[in-house]
């Protein structure tokens, strides 16, 4: 994407399913598709309709994974918050289901995904999938969901690969072999579909697209990748040729920042819990993907409601509450879609959306050291003391 008007769907409508009907007939998939062979399965029978009936049905998939993706997110905040039954407990859960309603509705990654008929909805549900999983008190033993629903999502979207350091990071070493093991599976199973020569034939060819792709992308406006966003920065600042930057200046810098930030990263998540896992790696993912886009990144609006629960929940004093919010208030800002149509200094979408990723991961690590499942327990155990 260029920020430019671009055809309603047009990733499927010019992408995905001429790419699925033409590999369904022996051809190849069109110029654009990077996914591999198991998004074909996917769209398989979408090859099969009409395109006026198959984008309908596309659309309406990805707005019902919004649903889902949604319910997900405020089960999380719901769970960690306690019982929502209690009065108390739905006050103070008011604020982060308005805060993620409000996100996913202005979020430039999420309406950029579900107008350019993309994968990031789907891919973002994998993830909320196994933080839900792994979060679950009650039963804890979801190391063979988790590590399938994480292991399908980067079949889909192999960007996604960094996406398995989730696993290393809160050390659930059998869902990683897991997640691994779907991996390789799924990429295997469009063999039996359209046979192993088709199938090695078309994972060579996204390879070479991808390696094409790299060269072309780094003064593209949404890139998120780290060193893309530092070259264009710096070549808006200096007034320079950002090709003359690149070659100066954009791996010594990024790579620099990058070690500094991902050091103090993971000195404020010493407890490495699920989500402070899951935070880490979203901010980790553009440092390493080149063909890092906004639109790949879905999971933000559900860390931005997230965060603000845990902030009400972690009990900071006066002074603290009001920079944590604002930090996850100048998040919400900006990946918003408004954002982008405010000057045509905003229209640097991937350094917008890659600041918002690390503005609500330093909010989040900044809000405590205590859980709010923690700080509920405490809350729980006071009032019953007072009640006895």
């Known amino acids: 994407m260029t920020g430019d008007p671009v055809d309603f769907l047009h990733d499927f409508v010019h992408i995905y399913w001429p790419s699925a009907r033409s590999v369904r007939l022996g051809g190849d998939p069109v110029a654009g598709y990077y996914a591999g062979p198991f998004l074909l399965l996917e769209l398989w029978p979408f090859a099969l309709l009409p395109l006026a009936i198959a984008k309908w049905l596309w659309f309406a998939g990805s707005i019902f994974e919004v649903f889902i993706g949604t319910k997900i997110a405020e089960s999380i905040v719901l769970r960690d918050m306690g019982r929502p039954t209690r009065e108390s407990i ?5 604020l982060p289901i308005v805060v993620l309603a409000i996100s ?14 993309q994968l990031g909805v789907l891919a973002s549900l994998g993830v909320l999938a196994a933080i839900w999983l792994l979060k679950n008190e009650e039963a804890p033993n979801h190391d063979l969901e ?4 994480v292991g399908l999502t980067i079949a889909l979207k192999p960007t996604w690969l960094p996406w398995l350091l989730f696993f290393v990071l809160i050390r659930r070493l059998r869902a990683l072999a897991i997640a691994v093991t779907t991996i390789l599976a799924a990429n295997l199973l469009p063999v039996l579909v359209y046979g192993p ?8 060819l996204c390879l070479d697209r991808v390696d094409a792709l790299r060269a072309t992308i780094a003064n593209a406006h949404d890139s998120q990748h780290f060193a893309h966003v530092v070259q264009r920065w710096l070549s808006y600042f200096a007034g320079s040729d950002p090709d003359l930057v690149a070659r100066r200046l954009a791996m010594l810098v990024p790579a620099s920042l990058a070690c500094g930030f991902i050091a103090s990263l993971v000195a404020c998540a010493k407890r490495r819990s699920v989500v402070d ?3 880490l790696v979203a901010c980790i993912a553009p440092l390493f ?6 639109l790949d990144f879905t999971m933000l609006p559900f860390f931005q409601a997230m965060t603000v629960a845990r902030v009400l929940w972690c009990n900071p004093t006066p002074r603290r509450l009001v920079v944590l919010l604002t930090l996850s208030a100048t998040s919400i800002a900006l990946s918003s879609v408004v954002l982008r149509h405010v000057s045509h200094g905003a229209s640097d979408l991937g350094g917008s959306t890659l ?3 690390w503005t609500i991961a330093l909010a989040w690590l900044a809000s405590g050291t205590s859980s709010p499942t923690q700080h509920r327990s405490s ?4 009032d019953g003391l007072r009640r006895g």
């Open 90 to 94: 739905r006050t103070r859960a008011f």
């Open 104 to 117: 996913m509705l202005s979020s430039v990654v999420v309406l950029d995904s579900l107008v350019m008929g």
């Open 146 to 149: 988790a590590g399938i629903a």
């Open 197 to 204: 020569d088709q199938v090695l034939h078309i994972a060579m």
């Open 277 to 279: 896992a899951a935070m």
């Open 289 to 294: 993907v080149m063909t890092s886009w906004p």
């Open 355 to 357: 600041m918002a990723q």
């Open 379 to 382: 809350v729980e155990r006071q």
